[in-house]
């Protein structure tokens, strides 16, 4: 029996399945599956966030143009930012998996980017890994470490974003307390 996989959004917690590998390699490829969002292949006794299922090659943080870091995402979202204008050739790039940045222009996906259109036939191109990622070996070891310390990272980058929407937003009520003597609704 093939494995029947699961995907919760985070921003609802909302489950769809079960579906086959295909499927959900192809939600990933087509953008419908964020960073924050988490994957089950055992019936839904366990979950990993997105980018730590190696099918679905979400290998790639993007600095976007105001510094933030998107990510990890895949090269199908990375062409969904360049075709609806979120992106440029400009942006840094870095792969999680060994840590090299490059500008998005200088990558071989970029090149063969349909970044002017958007359509089910151009979603996989650019997609797949190289010889050496299909194999899997970067996965254990030094590799699987330092893809980590990278998501770490991010984590800890959203945590301090959090941390300053929270205090804006203590701000902003305590302003609204005291111009209207009650609470914002």
Request: proline content about 4%.
């Amino acid at each position: 029996m093939a494995e029947q996989w699961y995907l919760m959004k985070a921003s609802d917690r909302q489950v769809f399945g079960p579906v086959d590998e295909e499927t959900i390699v192809g939600w990933a490829s087509e953008a419908k599956i964020s960073p924050l969002d988490k994957v089950s292949k055992d019936g839904r006794k366990s979950w990993l966030r997105a980018p730590m299922i190696d099918a679905l090659q979400m290998d790639w943080l993007v600095e976007m143009p105001d510094k933030y870091l998107y990510g990890p995402t895949n090269v199908a979202t990375i062409q969904e930012f360049l075709a609806t204008g979120e992106i440029d050739g400009e942006v840094v790039m870095i792969n999680c998996r060994d840590g090299t940045e490059k500008r998005l222009a200088d990558m071989p996906f970029y090149q063969a980017s349909p970044h002017q259109m958007r359509s089910a036939a151009t979603t996989f191109v650019g997609t797949q890994y190289g010889e050496v990622g299909a194999s899997g070996s970067e996965a254990s070891g030094a590799g699987m470490s330092h893809r980590m310390q990278l998501l770490e990272k991010q984590v800890m980058e959203y945590q301090r974003l959090v941390d300053q929407w929270q205090q804006a937003y203590e701000g902003l009520r305590q302003q609204f307390i005291e111009a209207t003597g009650k609470e914002p609704i």
